[in-house]
T-cell receptor
Framework: DAGVIQSPRHEVTEMGQEVTLRCKPISGHNSLFWYRQTMMRGLELLIYFNNNVPIDDSGMPEDRFSAKMPNASFSTLKIQPSEPRDSAVYFC?????????????FGPGTRLTVT | AQKVTQAQTEISVVEKEDVTLDCVYETRDTTYYLFWYKQPPSGELVFLIRRNSFDEQNEISGRYSWNFQKSTSSFNFTITASQVVDSAVYFCALSGRNTGFQKLVFGTGTRLLVSP
């Protein structure tokens, strides 16, 4: 079975450019999570969706960040305009249901570098 | 507020040694869950174990074992007879009722290096 798929795996962009990260959750999973990992702040939850609906976006750092989940098999995280401090590894994860009994399966991550 | 502390930034051991990774947590929730994830050099996070706050039984899975003690707010992870393939960053995480259990709060991770 395919796991969580993220694209691109690596992205290098210049400051001010728009960046779109993509995620395809595991088929049948109805919860999706976006995390960011940096050396300074570790792993942080940015936003999560249940049944395509955003439930908690309190971790989104600022208005430059936005996330959508138009259907059960696709989600995007957009940064516009990007800044060097956005450089990080962004992980998408999905789970079969909501609640802690359903473990979160992580994708391979997208390494974003903003110059 | 919820917080997970992994005080050990990096641990180096020689193969076949036992090693314990410490995890201390803080939460006001009476119902919560604790997790361990492994992040190998390839980068993805791999789920290892989940424990709820009502189950303090220690768990063993092969060479891995976990010691959950509510009295000290700790959930430590021991690898017995470590192997080179155990080299990775290990994260402890917490989720609580106040945040619907879905928000994982991660510790800063412990990098384990097992040399042959």
């Amino acid at each position: 079975d395919a796991g969580v798929i993220q694209s691109p795996r690596h992205e290098v962009t210049e400051m001010g450019q728009e960046v779109t990260l993509r995620c395809k959750p595991i088929s049948g999973h109805n919860s999706l999570f976006w995390y960011r990992q940096t050396m300074m702040r570790g792993l942080e939850l940015l936003i999560y969706f249940n049944n395509n609906v955003p439930i908690d976006d309190s971790g989104m750092p600022e208005d430059r960040f936005s996330a959508k989940m138009p259907n059960a098999s696709f989600s995007t995280l957009k940064i516009q305009p990007s800044e060097p401090r956005d450089s990080a590894v962004y992980f998408c994860a999905s789970s079969l249901g909501s609640g802690p009994v359903y473990e979160q399966y992580f994708g391979p991550g997208t390494r974003l570098t903003v110059t | 507020a919820q917080k997970v502390t992994q005080a050990q930034t990096e641990i180096s051991v020689v193969e076949k040694e036992d090693v314990t990774l410490d995890c201390v947590y803080e939460t006001r929730d009476t119902t919560y869950y604790l997790f361990w994830y492994k992040q190998p050099p390839s980068g993805e996070l791999v789920f290892l174990i989940r424990r709820n706050s009502f189950d303090e039984q220690n768990e063993i899975s092969g060479r891995y074992s976990w010691n959950f003690q509510k009295s000290t707010s700790s959930f430590n992870f021991t690898i017995t007879a470590s192997q080179v393939v155990d080299s990775a960053v290990y994260f402890c995480a917490l989720s609580g009722r106040n945040t619907g259990f879905q928000k994982l709060v991660f510790g800063t991770g412990t990098r384990l290096l097992v040399s042959p």
